[in-house]
């Protein structure tokens, strides 16, 4: 009988040793996946944030573009109801008795008007380009 109590305890002795190294393995486990759930954690909130980030420059920038837009727009209604308003004036007009009768005079307001477009197109072209930066090719 003693040999079957001793045998009996021998195996309840293994069998917590058994258990108490499985205890020990999963609590081993446990702290490596709390260790692994807390640096994925802190990735997302640093990745959260980049995004974040981003996304306050992204905004910025359409605000910038869409107030570039509004001027560029409204450049062009006022510069196109100036064109109606210099077209308007041309249809009144019979240029080619005034050409005949003063070509001179003629000459001059044509020079004038081409040098005020190329003015303006020249001022146009520098506003855009400050706006841009340059291609270095």
Do not use: C
């Amino acid at each position: 009988m003693n040999k079957l109590i001793l045998g009996v305890t021998g195996a309840l002795v293994l069998a917590v040793v058994i258990l108490g190294w499985q205890l020990k393995v999963a609590w081993k486990n446990e702290a490596t996946a709390k260790a692994a759930f807390f640096v994925a954690e802190a990735e997302h909130l640093k990745t959260k944030e980049a995004f974040g980030l981003y996304r306050s420059q992204t905004q910025q920038q359409v605000q910038k573009l869409q107030k570039s837009f509004d001027t560029v727009s409204m450049e062009y209604r006022a510069s196109r109801a100036k064109v109606d308003e210099l077209a308007d004036k041309l249809s009144k007009h019979d240029f080619g008795m005034l050409v005949s009768r003063k070509p001179g005079l003629v000459e001059r307001i044509v020079n004038r008007g081409t040098e005020r477009v190329r003015d303006d197109l020249e001022g146009l072209t520098r506003r855009f380009s400050d706006r841009e930066p340059q291609s270095p090719h």
